[in-house]
């Protein structure tokens, strides 16, 4: 569900190709789900989840922050990953 | 509420230390309401107008921009270095929650221990309008 303003155009695209070759991001295998976007307080709320079960939460936050970081610095877009307690089905 | 939820994750946090991670957690999250409320922040309402928190992430928004907008000896990086320890709190508390397997949670425990103490004292600061708060 999207909510706000649309998606920009950048950032689907921005997203699935650092998901997909970021090293920090497949080692975890980290995966975002594209329908759960939303524009929140000014930022694009991303909702994040790991396929690695064993990671502890500071050893995902330091992926997420380092992607995340990467995402905002191509798009220009100010976006903020957080994590989900469940896996996307999809 | 903050100050309790930090002294239970202090107390907790060898015997059963994914509760802590909770506790921390609930503490930063209590202190950034308390510190952007005293700040003039208004709280949400719902559909029956009462009053309620903010979501998740629109508290460490508010934190961000708080912290930049009126408070200018916080740079931008620092400013949003708070965000990122709250987002970073916010993960241990979900992995502490949710997580069915076994991890390694005394990193979390330890780490979000670094970021709720000084959190807890900046928002105490803005809270009791001394240090920072007061330029």
């Known amino acids: ?90 | 509420m903050g100050e309790s939820s930090l002294a239970a994750a202090a107390t907790l946090k060898n015997q059963h230390p994914r509760s802590a991670v909770s506790r921390y957690y609930y503490s930063v999250f209590c202190a950034a309401h308390a510190a952007v409320i005293c700040r003039g922040q208004t709280l949400p309402r719902n559909d029956a107008g009462e009053e309620i928190n903010w979501s998740h992430v629109a508290i460490r928004g508010l934190v961000e921009t708080n912290l930049k907008t009126r408070h200018p000896q916080y740079s931008e990086g620092v400013a949003r270095a708070y965000r990122l320890n709250l987002e970073s709190v916010f993960n241990f508390r979900l992995r502490a929650d949710y997580a069915a397997q076994p991890y390694t949670v005394e990193v979390d425990v330890r780490e979000a221990e670094k970021i709720a103490v000084p959190f807890m004292r900046l928002a105490k600061e803005i809270v009791h309008g001394v240090g920072p708060a007061n330029t």
Do not use: C
Not at chain 1, 19 to 46: C, M, N
């Open chain 1, 1 to 90: 569900m999207v909510s706000g303003p649309q998606i920009p155009d950048n950032l689907k695209p921005a997203l699935d190709r650092l998901f997909k070759t970021d090293q920090e991001a497949v080692r975890l295998g980290l995966k975002y789900d594209p329908r759960h976007i939303e524009f929140q307080y000014g930022v694009w709320s991303v909702p994040v989840a790991s396929g690695i079960a064993p990671a502890n939460g500071y050893e995902l936050s330091r992926a997420i922050h380092h992607v995340q970081e990467v995402a905002e610095r191509q798009t220009n877009l100010p976006i903020s990953f957080f994590l989900m307690t469940q896996f996307p089905q999809n």
